[in-house]
């Protein structure tokens, strides 16, 4: 067994040895990484839970275009084809006069006046409509500009489309607020990482200060730079790991809890089934990057401190 090998090995045992005989400081750094963790996990399932909310709320809003009786066929279906061409267009759905007089009546169902008054007219009133379904609430001019333009604005009715007025204010304010909750919540994620990281580096130092008698020691023996840091990286290591693991098994048992004791199903904007869902379908994923990121927390925070605090030279 080569001499590399036989020091990593100790290196390993050590800082396997240290991490049991300072429980008392392994729990405090630990309690403090789970806490971070958690915060960062239920931040990233919290922002992937408005972005659900944010899709499905522009999934409910279309702008709808009212074509002119004079509009062929042939031209609406050339219309579809470039709405579709469009960067910011998801879908589009084209009615005829007669399936957009039935749409109009199924959804004014409990209106019968409006109903009656329809028909009262004589012949069919309501103009064929192309419904388009936006991907992004927040560039819908874009949308607006092409339909504004010469040629095509010419085949619309008088109050088409259906983007102006109060249903602009209120399209632009939803879209306003949707931009808002997708900042808050990348924010969130970043402002919460940075504190929590921070904060155990902090731990890690002071626990590295209180050992720095024992690790001065070690360095006028002649132990190297690389020996004496690997244990307390290998230690801070395993606070990661355990850190990580019991983070993921807390917000589980938050899900659990409040959908089977509270039945929430959902708390402001924060849809809880979904965020539950969520969590359940990306478990060893989310595991996995709570493993990841208790690792190099640890590891960094321990290398960083043990440098900073007793001025090794590099070797």
Known sequence: MSRKTVTFARIIKTGVVNFGRNAWLGIAAMAVMIITLTIVLFSVITNATFANTIQQITNKIDVSVYLQDSVTGSQAKDLVSDLQALPNVKGVRYLTKDQALHEYERQNAGNQALINGVKQV???PIPATILIMPKDLNKIQDIKDFLS???VAKMQTADSPSYNGNRKKAIDNIAHATSLLQRAGVAAVVVFTFISVLIIFNTIQMAIFNRRDELTIMRLLGASTGYIRGPFVVESVMY????AVISALLINSLFVASSQALQASSLGLLDIGYAHAYFDSHFWMLLTVQLVL???IGAASSY?????YLK???K
């Open 240 to 243: 990661g790991i355990i850190s």
């Open 149 to 151: 333009t010469k040629a």
């Open 312 to 314: 090794f030279k590099t």
């Open 304 to 308: 960083v401190a043990t440098k900073r």
């Open 122 to 124: 004589g012949s069919n």
């Open 294 to 296: 208790g690792i190099l």
